[in-house]
């Protein structure tokens, strides 16, 4: 998490194809029965898959939002001022449109903001300006894991450039994508304390293990690495900090959870659990 710092969502690539779905070795039910985010099971038992969001033309007139409000958890401060804390809850039917690129109403002008600070966003080029075991092993693999953000994605970025502007001072969130076990919702857990960072995990993982103990299966940890316009070491590289490795692979074998999530907005590295140990980690 922390200041120097993914996932993807299989639809197109091998629907009819399963494989086990994690530590459990348990066979997934067929993508008929299961949301798009099931598919993406299938991508930790290889690295070599590559496979990307819906395309915009296959998920027709659904609109990219969250359908419902969410429960909100814990607050503690004004939702705009640093340092204040939010952890709250979304609970909807899966559908394509999460998986998409579908923009979320107003996106456009993150978009611009975005260019307007950065120029170029070109996910490898902060990989590339910021070498190291991390960014390399993503940029090396970038052709597989980075995508551009997806609807869910972007919905979770918004959630928190909404609270404090990205560009003006960027802040961090953390958040974790479930299945419920009969495969037809998700469950979002989102977690931020307003920082330029976001330590400690635990109000947003510790309902997401539990989950995990009553049957739901942890899709994905999602985080945002912000672009910093000025300050070139972080600016929007989608590489896992050496805290976020520590996490994923520890988190991992907690609760099975499938990929890494590591977003700035635009281009988001979907990260297979498999890799995760192949990533530098905190001494
Ligand atoms: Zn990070």
Same mark, same amino acid.
């Given at each position: 998490?922390?200041?120097?710092?993914?996932?993807?969502?299989?639809?197109?690539?091998?629907?009819?194809?399963?494989?086990?779905?994690?530590?459990?070795?348990?066979?997934?039910?067929?993508?008929?029965?299961?949301?798009?985010?099931?598919?993406?099971?299938?991508?930790?038992?290889?690295?070599?898959?590559?496979?990307?969001?819906?395309?915009?033309?296959?998920?027709?007139?659904?609109?990219?939002?969250?359908?419902?409000?969410?429960?909100?958890?814990?607050?503690?401060?004004? #939702?705009?001022?640093?340092?204040? %804390? !939010? &952890? @709250?809850?979304?609970?909807? *039917?899966?559908?394509?449109? +999460? /998986? $998409?690129?579908?923009?979320?109403?107003?996106?456009?002008?993150?978009?611009?903001?975005?260019?307007?600070?950065?120029?170029?966003?070109?996910?490898?080029?902060?990989?590339?300006?910021?070498?190291?075991?991390?960014?390399?092993?993503?940029?090396?693999?970038?052709?597989?894991?980075?995508? #551009?953000?997806?609807?869910?994605? %972007? !919905? &979770? @970025?918004?959630?928190?450039? *909404?609270?404090?502007?990205? +560009? /003006? $001072?960027?802040?961090?969130?953390?958040?974790?994508?479930l299945?419920?076990?009969?495969?037809?919702?998700?469950?979002?857990?989102?977690?931020?304390?307003?920082?330029?960072?976001?330590?400690?995990?635990?109000?947003?993982?510790?309902?997401a293990?539990?989950?995990h103990?009553?049957?739901?299966?942890v899709?994905?940890?999602?985080?945002?690495?912000?672009?910093?316009?000025? *300050?070139?070491?972080?600016?929007? /590289?989608?590489?896992?900090?050496?805290?976020?490795?520590?996490?994923?692979?520890?988190?991992?074998?907690?609760t099975?959870m499938?990929?890494?999530?590591?977003?700035?907005?635009?281009?988001?590295?979907?990260?297979?659990?498999?890799?995760?140990?192949?990533?530098?980690?905190?001494?």
């Amino acid at each position: 998490m922390d200041r120097d710092p993914g996932r993807q969502v299989c639809v197109r690539a091998r629907p009819a194809r399963r494989v086990p779905t994690g530590d459990d070795g348990k066979a997934a039910t067929g993508p008929q029965i299961l949301g798009p985010f099931a598919r993406v099971a299938g991508l930790v038992a290889s690295l070599a898959i590559a496979c990307g969001p819906v395309p915009a033309q296959a998920i027709g007139s659904q609109t990219c939002a969250f359908p419902t409000s969410p429960s909100v958890l814990m607050a503690e401060g004004e #939702p705009h001022a640093a340092g204040s %804390k !939010l &952890l @709250q809850m979304w609970e909807f *039917d899966d559908a394509p449109v +999460f /998986a $998409s690129e579908a923009e979320p109403a107003g996106y456009e002008a993150f978009r611009r903001r975005a260019a307007a600070a950065v120029g170029d966003t070109d996910p490898l080029r902060p990989l590339r300006a910021n070498p190291g075991r991390n960014n390399d092993l993503v940029a090396r693999h970038a052709g597989a894991w980075v995508r #551009p953000a997806t609807c869910l994605q %972007k !919905l &979770l @970025q918004k959630a928190q450039d *909404d609270r404090i502007d990205t +560009f /003006a $001072s960027p802040t961090e969130f953390m958040a974790f994508v479930l299945r419920s076990p009969d495969g037809a919702r998700l469950r979002v857990y989102f977690y931020t304390a307003n920082f330029d960072g976001i330590g400690r995990v635990g109000p947003a993982a510790e309902p997401a293990a539990r989950d995990h103990a009553a049957g739901w299966t942890v899709l994905a940890g999602v985080h945002n690495h912000n672009f910093h316009p000025h *300050d070139p070491t972080l600016n929007g /590289a989608v590489g896992p900090s050496l805290p976020d490795a520590q996490f994923n692979l520890r988190f991992h074998a907690q609760t099975g959870m499938a990929e890494a999530w590591i977003t700035n907005g635009l281009h988001t590295a979907q990260i297979p659990a498999a890799a995760f140990p192949l990533f530098e980690q905190t001494p």
